[in-house]
């Protein structure tokens, strides 16, 4: 098993790739601790998880605070006694709309979610990985900080943030024998990619049209599927790479190069 004996935080385990990556991660040896804003659906993620077999613990967390990240960090360690990775799913998309329409006030709170949020989280599990001399980050980002996508101007700044957090925390961890690596993902073939794709063909639009308007831009011409994006991450907590730090892997199906 890929990830036999480790010790998992994921801190956003909503309707996406998070729980996906949760469930595969504990399918692969490792224990994971859950957070997310919602109690019930970790509860229901956590069950899940129990039921195959696996050993899980879920804490309803929300990232703008660091004593909530505290919590679940402490709550890792209480039921497992060490923490071996960390993935830094939670995030927030906030407007869609162009630069110069954008409201500051819009940004400061996806930055907020998706870059200080990561690093309350990082915070929080540094003293354990740090004492243990080894230990693994995630931090879960976007092709759009490379490639930008029509109106996502605000969510790519603060993943934007994110890529750059992601090498300082690879500089100054790695003396402690922390990993520090960074995905950069684009459309994930989930809850939240289908659901969006079903509202546009209740709107009128054909689904083959619509799908085909992303796979268009996308070299290996699928919609990437959320449990092999998953995988990508899962690569970076798992000993295959103890020799990569700060580093961005495209998890996109190749779009990042699209014109």
């Known amino acids: 098993m890929l990830l036999k ?12 790739m998070g729980q996906s990556l949760a469930r595969i991660a504990a399918e692969e040896g490792a224990k994971v601790a859950l957070g997310a804003r919602s109690q019930k659906f970790l509860d229901e993620v956590a069950g899940e998880i129990r039921a195959a077999g696996g050993e899980a613990v879920a804490r309803s967390t929300d990232v703008t605070d660091a004593g909530q990240c505290q919590a679940l960090a402490q709550a890792a360690l209480d039921a497992f006694g060490r923490i071996d990775g960390l993935v830094n799913t939670a995030y927030i998309h906030g407007e869609w709309t162009t630069v110069d329409r954008a ?19 990082a915070q929080a599990v540094f003293p354990t990985m740090k004492a243990q001399g080894s230990g693994a980050i995630i931090n879960v980002s976007t092709m759009s900080t490379v490639n ?47 659901d969006w794709i079903a509202r546009e063909v209740a709107a009128g639009r054909d689904r083959a049209e619509v799908e085909g308007e992303i796979t268009s831009r996308i070299p290996l011409n699928i919609i990437p599927p959320e449990e092999d994006c998953a995988k990508a991450v899962l690569f970076f907590l798992s000993d295959y790479s103890k020799v990569v730090t700060g580093a961005s892997l495209d998890v996109n199906g190749g779009q990042y190069m699209a014109p």
């Open 103 to 121: 409201d500051p006030a819009d940004w400061l709170k996806v930055l907020d979610v998706n870059c200080l949020g990561a690093l309350r989280m």
């Open 148 to 194: 930008p996508f029509p109106g996502e101007g605000g969510y790519a700044s603060g993943k934007g943030a994110l890529n750059a957090l992601t090498r300082h925390m690879a500089k100054d961890f790695g003396p402690h024998g922390i990993r520090v690596n960074a995905t950069r993902m684009g459309w994930i073939g989930g809850k939240p990619v289908y």
């Open 5 to 16: 004996g480790k010790v998992i935080v994921v801190s956003g385990v909503g309707p996406g």
